[in-house]
């Protein structure tokens, strides 16, 4: 089979990776071209647009890489009829991939359209259903309360587990000792305080600066920054002349497994981090303020953000979002996860949250039941 993947992201290049190396061992004639980064390029396959020039994120980025976002889509489009593949499977990224469902539906009409996971249509852009239900044929959902989501409004969805379970049981250096990792990355024997802040430009610009601030204030702890695999180390270093932190590029798993506190930026890495047990504190930081704030609260539908409290379905860890986002309240927050009595509480809930995914290989079952499909059609 030929397999054309869109993946916008440093997490989507992640799984879509794991998706392909599934795909690999259970179809020995599997093709590739894809948009997407350096784990799938790992994995064989033409890559057509590398993430880091896809990856813009609010109005004004949008806004002033519009040239380079048009001959994206012109080069995917040209890729994936150059290509004629006998699926298009979607990884997220909702803005571009539902362009590409589109194209596809309207110019090869017998190549089916999946997408692994889903756009987060319960937080917002809930319209964005009608193109889901208009042009994509079956969606691998990786959230369980998607499933009745989804029903609700019609369409049926697959859930398949979620694959930052696969990504965290395999990562290298599982059970390390200490002293190796801090050997390794010439980090000194003290407690550490993780940042995470984005994969993003434009979140590290936005967070980063707070997050140092905020860290300074526990002296006691080391400050290790979880450097992006698509962001260049001069970035980090430009905020770092007045804090002693470290970075340590390609080890965000190896560097969590370590830590005793994280501070992480809302996405994928909420949920590595608690499936990894570090206590955590999520952040978020728009431009706008209060005002913006007080506008994105009409459209959005959820109480909660980040995925560890979005599954668990409650408060689990606390979320720092806009305006409430200061240094202040980032110090009071890391100052309550070095108390033992919040640290037994979060993972405590941790722990219920693990045994809700489940251990199921995902990336195997998603690529199983994709094959089902395909041959069901053909």
Not at 162 to 170: G, I, K
Not at 174 to 201: C, H, M, W, Y
Not at 351 to 365: M, W
Request: charged share 25%; aromatic share 10%.
């Amino acid at each position: 089979m030929k397999y054309f993947i869109i993946a916008g992201e440093a997490s989507g290049d992640l799984h879509a990776s794991n998706l392909m190396a599934a795909l690999k061992e259970q179809d020995s004639q599997a093709e590739f071209c894809f948009l997407g980064g350096d784990l799938m390029v790992a994995q064989g396959g033409k890559l057509i647009r590398h993430y880091r020039d896809m990856a813009f994120m609010g109005f004004v980025p949008v806004l002033l890489h519009a040239r380079t976002i048009l001959q994206n889509i012109k080069d995917c489009k040209q890729a994936i009829l150059d290509f004629q593949p006998d699926v298009l499977i979607l990884v997220d990224y909702p803005s571009f991939n539902l362009k590409m469902a589109q194209f596809v539906k309207e110019n090869l009409k017998n190549v089916p359209v999946f997408y692994y996971i889903s756009p987060k249509l319960w937080a917002w852009k809930e319209y964005r259903l009608k193109s889901i239900k208009k042009y994509v044929d079956r969606v691998y959902s990786i959230l369980p309360f998607e499933v009745e989501w989804y029903k609700q409004r019609d369409y049926t969805v697959d859930y398949v587990g979620n694959p930052c379970v696969d990504a965290v049981a395999n990562r290298q250096h599982k059970n390390e000792p200490r002293e190796t990792f801090l050997q390794r990355n010439d980090l000194p024997d003290r407690p550490i305080l993780a940042l995470l802040a984005g994969s993003r430009v434009q979140e590290i610009k936005s967070s980063l600066p707070k997050m140092l601030e905020a860290a300074s204030a526990y002296p006691d702890y080391q400050v290790v920054i979880a450097g992006a695999p698509s962001i260049d180390k001069s970035l980090y270093e430009s905020y770092l002349k007045s804090y002693p932190a470290k970075i340590v590029f390609g080890e965000t798993y190896e560097l969590l497994q370590q830590s005793e506190v994280a501070v992480v930026t809302s996405g994928t890495a909420t949920l590595e981090t608690a499936l990894l047990r570090v206590p955590q504190v999520v952040v978020y930081m728009i431009s706008g303020g209060w005002i913006f704030h007080q506008i994105l609260n009409l459209f959005i539908r959820v109480d909660n953000i980040s995925l560890v409290n979005l599954i668990a379905n409650k408060r689990l860890v606390s979320e720092l979002l806009i305006e409430d986002f200061t240094v202040e309240n980032l110090k009071k927050e890391i100052g309550r996860l070095l108390q033992k009595e919040y640290r037994d509480e979060v993972l405590a809930g941790y722990d219920q949250l693990i045994e809700t995914l489940g251990d199921e290989p995902v990336s195997q079952k998603t690529a199983r039941l994709i094959l089902t499909e395909l041959n069901r059609k053909g």
